[in-house]
């Protein structure tokens, strides 16, 4: 099938539109059909996808405005494959668990346009069409966190669109400032990103557009002086929103900076590891910090959230394979790992409507297999060996290594202050006596909740034990990306620091 | 004793005037239908109108480009042609929304249309020409049927805005006078290309006396494209005019005003010997920002279009200043696009017009109105949220593809800070867009009765509404076709 790409992009949406005729009785059934669809053409194209070829795939270009280079460009690598897999898989598992009564026509509908656009993001390989789908993914998760939050979820949704709104405009202005340049240097227009890639730019010329390309993304990622957005929008935000905001909306960011910045301006990026790697720093240990001096459950999680993306971003930055291989991978487990906190969290709050610590406390004692889910994916965020986390969190720390010692062993800390936050959470609310007396006749996981949970513990545990099938693409992908960009450097420490090579990882 | 002057008909060039002389006819014969025959329908003079435009719409695509007639008066080049298209284009999607299912009185009265058809001539006259006194006639015969069609809404506010927008335009004509009597003083010619010519060959001498008489023309413009700080009218005439009238002086008028201003100071800035560039920059940067930032503070959703629409064509003054070819073509993508979605927004607020203030005491169309929306229309706020999020430039709506094109315009001419400001720009202006959103989508309604919503509806209303929600959301495949197209006319001009 040539048009998987575009099929994958447009069947949710028109899903979505097909679903304002579904009957509001069906429309839970309608949803969670669409959804498995998604997920198994998503798994179709993992099967058909080849491993060993480390450029893009399944392309498909189609002009829009030719006279104005820009293109229906859509293909998909190692590096964005899994990202779209997991896009679907956490739709549909989000589905499964989805626990909302009022307007949930409204709420399928619109999950499943913003399944159209996170899909969209990972596979566009047009400037414009990315940015396409990225403002739009802005719309439906506004109205989902404006509609189904909480008491201040009109707050929490402006802010959100309007900090990632305006973070990507002055993406946009560095994406025209690149379409001009490319302009000058061929005498053609053109926003393709492939293309954008050849070009090899002066170093001042470099950092410029890098720093606007960041501020787009690292608004989303969030890193540091601007993540102020997210812990409000988790707060706020319903089950499903935090959950699919913390799974894929963030990943748009850490994807874009492997995607955009890195191959375009190879120098900057060099130029720009220590400010990046000392934000990265800040994120993960201040933010691992707040983390623990909160009391609400879901806060918690949401800053531990950052704390980890602060990890992924550290990866990325190492400029060598194991890093880069290893943050994408760390990109999945976060995605799998929180969302499944996320969800727990979920379905503690729809019993009690708390997500206080202090109002819970031996919940282990009344719900046993709630207790070991829980149990299971705090060991996983903490990066517990034989998890997903401890494969993304270690390749990344592991590449970052090679670029400054001191500064990996302060990221480590965020295993210890992880550990710390994490269990603590846990000790609060699940050891212990019960000590409420509301807490005594709770309800454990029912069908749909347990179904939908414990898929991600497996693939958090099967991903953890045998990663190669995941990272073997993706390691493809990662190297010939390396090897580009160190092709493609211009000034002698870029040079040195992108290193290509590949240390042996297992005696074959 | 005087010459006998003897002209032939050739020389005229008639043809040059054909379509306004189409306008004007079918203006005058709509007021002879009246005199024959009383108390016809609206229906019937909505539809005639059409028919005049559309004929008219014909003579100019006869006209051809390069033609001067007329005494010479009359220039019809490539952009002459295309804001003329853009100017029918827009009055015929507008005069139908006078169809309304409510009886508003002044679509009764067949001058209303006569007035219509007068006022599209008097824009058409000023775009076709670059003459400094014809385009003074155009802007004249537009501005004084414009005032009337306001005042007609026969509602206190209406008298209000129809007086306050003549006190401000006859002040903006008095500006537009003496720079032209400035001009005149320096060349001694009233013809654009005449006075380009002769500021040329005297490199520019006389600077100061020059600058006066741009002042001046800028402030005439400023007021007809209600640029900061003369924009003080806007929000209350636009608030007192019904909003088919509010809309329509959103688009076109100000179609008008950019061509002119593009004639008239397209010279200067490219001599770069003048500092009519940074004056435009100024202007331009505080035009934008000012009008958002009073957005901001709006309770009533058409008085926060009326500054969001100062606010683009600040955005699109820009395109001006920038004056390459690129920017011009941008410009006219710009306003095409938000033609039409500007069209649907004005329309679902009159379609939602009530005749009482049951909201507000002060406000015909509150923010607290379209409270709940989504919950008892669905399809008019989904609809709603569309233009709205077009207006605030969210991909992959039309407005953002002028916007996108205006800030390559710009980038592409070093002026790199200016695209960010308009990126700020776009970011501020969200927030008020989508405040209208998050009362629509995001609040509980204060009613139930689905059918405030659609007071005025008809089916003549609903097409429209539902051809620009259409034309807003797929304006993708629109825009290359129409990018070629303007830029062909464009290019044609020189510009």
């Known amino acids: ?508 | 004793m005087l010459e006998p002057i003897s002209v032939s008909m050739e020389s005229l060039n008639l043809g040059t005037l054909a379509p306004m002389l189409v306008a004007i006819a079918g203006g005058l014969g709509i007021l002879i239908i009246d005199l024959i025959k009383k108390d016809l329908d609206k229906t019937l003079y909505v539809m005639l109108s059409i028919l005049i435009l559309v004929v008219d719409l014909g003579a100019v695509f006869g006209q051809r480009i390069g033609d001067r007639g007329f005494f010479d008066v009359m220039l019809i080049d490539g952009i002459a042609v295309l804001s003329q298209i853009v100017i029918l284009a827009a009055s015929m999607l507008f005069i139908p929304l006078a169809l309304t299912s409510r009886r508003f009185h002044e679509f009764s009265y067949p001058e209303f249309f006569a007035l219509f058809l007068f006022m599209v001539a008097g824009f058409q006259f000023m775009v076709a020409s670059d003459n400094l006194i014809l385009i003074f006639v155009g802007l004249e015969t537009a501005s004084l049927a414009l005032y009337t069609l306001i005042a007609l809404h026969n509602r206190e506010r209406s008298f209000e805005a129809a007086i306050k927008y003549f006190v401000m335009g006859a002040l903006a004509a008095g500006f537009y006078v003496m720079g032209a009597m400035i001009f005149y003083a320096l060349t001694g010619s009233v013809e654009l290309y005449k006075i380009a010519e002769v500021l040329e060959a005297g490199e520019f001498a006389n600077m100061t006396i020059l600058l006066v008489g741009v002042s001046f023309m800028i402030a005439a413009l400023g007021f007809k494209l209600s640029m900061v700080p003369f924009h003080t009218w806007t929000p209350d005439v636009y608030e007192g005019a019904s909003a088919t009238l509010a809309g329509y002086m959103s688009v076109v008028p100000k179609i008008a005003g950019f061509v002119v201003a593009m004639r008239i100071f397209g010279f200067l800035i490219q001599s770069d010997v003048v500092w009519v560039r940074d004056i435009l920059y100024a202007a331009v940067v505080i035009t934008m920002t000012l009008a958002n930032i009073m957005a901001l503070v709006q309770h009533d959703v058409k008085r926060m279009l009326a500054f969001s629409s100062i606010s683009h064509a600040g955005f699109v003054m820009a395109a001006i200043m920038i004056g390459t070819t690129q920017a011009n073509s941008a410009l006219f993508l710009y306003w095409i696009m938000f033609l039409f979605t500007n069209l649907g927004a004005f329309a679902m607020l009159w379609v939602s017009r009530h005749k009482d203030k049951i909201w507000h005491d002060r406000f015909d169309h509150p923010y607290e109105k379209f409270s709940g929306m989504i919950q008892i229309k669905p399809v008019g706020a989904v609809i709603m949220a569309l233009f709205m999020l077009s207006l605030a430039g969210v991909p992959p709506f039309s407005l953002f593809w002028g916007k996108l094109y205006v800030m390559s315009a710009a980038v592409n001419s070093d002026y790199i800070v200016l695209a960010l400001i308009m990126a700020i720009n776009s970011a501020i202006s969200v927030y008020y867009y989508l405040k209208l959103i998050v009362y629509m989508f995001l609040k509980d309604p204060t009613q139930n009765e689905g059918t405030i919503y659609a007071q005025n509806t008809s089916k003549p209303l609903q097409t429209i509404i539902g051809f620009s929600a259409f034309l807003t959301v797929f304006a993708i495949v629109a825009v290359d076709p129409i990018l070629e197209i303007i830029t062909t006319y464009v290019q044609a001009s020189g510009f």
Not at chain 1, 220 to 236: D, I, R, S
Not at chain 1, 291 to 300: G, S
Not at chain 1, 415 to 437: N, P, W
């Open chain 1, 1 to 508: 099938m040539d048009h998987i790409l575009s099929v994958l992009v447009f069947f949710p949406a028109i899903a979505g539109l097909l679903g304002f005729v579904v009957s509001k009785e069906s429309i839970r059934a309608y949803g969670l059909s669409v959804a498995a669809i998604e997920f198994l053409l998503s798994l179709w194209l993992w099967l058909s996808f080849d491993g060993s070829y480390p450029g893009f795939q399944f392309v498909e270009v189609l002009p829009l405005i030719p006279s104005f280079g820009i293109n229906y460009y859509l293909g998909v690598d190692g590096i964005s494959l899994f990202i779209v897999v997991l896009s679907t898989f956490i739709t549909l598992i989000g589905l499964i668990a989805l626990n909302v009564e009022k307007d949930l026509k409204n709420m399928i509908i619109s999950l499943l346009f913003l399944e159209m656009t996170m899909v969209g993001v990972f596979v566009a390989l047009d400037a414009i069409v990315f940015y396409v789908f990225w403002e739009l993914s802005l719309v439906p998760m506004l109205y989902i966190i404006g509609a189904w939050g909480g008491n201040l979820r009109i707050y929490a949704a402006i802010k959100f669109f309007l900090y990632t709104f305006a973070g990507s405009l002055i993406m946009l202005v560095g994406m025209l400032v690149m379409a001009y340049l490319y302009y000058q240097a061929t005498g053609v227009w053109s926003f393709s990103i492939t293309e954008w890639h050849r070009l090899i730019l002066p170093e001042n010329y470099q950092i410029w557009l890098f720093v606007a390309f960041f501020i787009g993304l690292a608004i989303k990622v969030p890193m540091f002086p601007f993540h102020t957005w997210l812990p409000y929008a988790h707060g706020q935000a319903p089950t499903i929103g935090s959950v699919i905001l913390a799974a894929v909306l963030l990943k748009m960011g850490t994807y874009g900076l492997v995607r955009l910045p890195l191959p375009m301006f190879p120098d900057a990026s060099v130029y720009m590891i220590y400010p990046v790697a000392i934000l990265s720093l800040i994120m993960i240990i201040y933010t691992a910090m707040v983390a623990y001096a909160q009391e609400d459950m879901k806060q918690v999680i949401a800053y531990s959230s950052i704390s980890h993306m602060g990890v992924i971003v550290l990866g990325t930055f190492a400029m060598n394979p194991e890093g880069i291989a290893g943050s994408v991978f760390f990109m999945l487990s976060h995605g799998i790992v929180s969302g499944a906190l996320f969800m727990l969290v979920g379905v503690i709050y729809d019993r009690r409507h708390t997500k206080l610590m202090s109002e819970f406390g031996g919940l282990a004692h009344v719900m046993p297999r709630y207790g070991t889910i829980m149990g299971i994916m705090v060991m996983a965020s903490v990066g517990l060996p034989l998890t997903m986390s401890f494969v993304g969190e270690f390749l990344s720390l592991a590449g970052f290594y090679q670029v400054s010692h001191t500064m990996t062993i302060l990221a480590g800390t965020s295993i210890i202050l992880g550990a710390v936050y994490m269990l603590s959470l846990y000790k609060k609310s699940f050891f212990g006596e019960v000590t409420k007396e509301e807490n005594k006749n709770l309800k454990d996981l029912n069908g749909k909740e347990s179904m939908a949970l414990w898929t991600l513990v497996l693939v958090t545990v099967w991903l953890g034990v045998y990663p190669k099938p995941v990272l073997e693409p993706i390691n493809t992908s990662v190297e010939s990306l390396v090897s580009f960009m160190h092709k493609k450097a211009i000034t002698k420490e870029a040079k040195e620091v992108i290193k290509p090579k590949v240390i042996e990882r297992e005696a074959e």
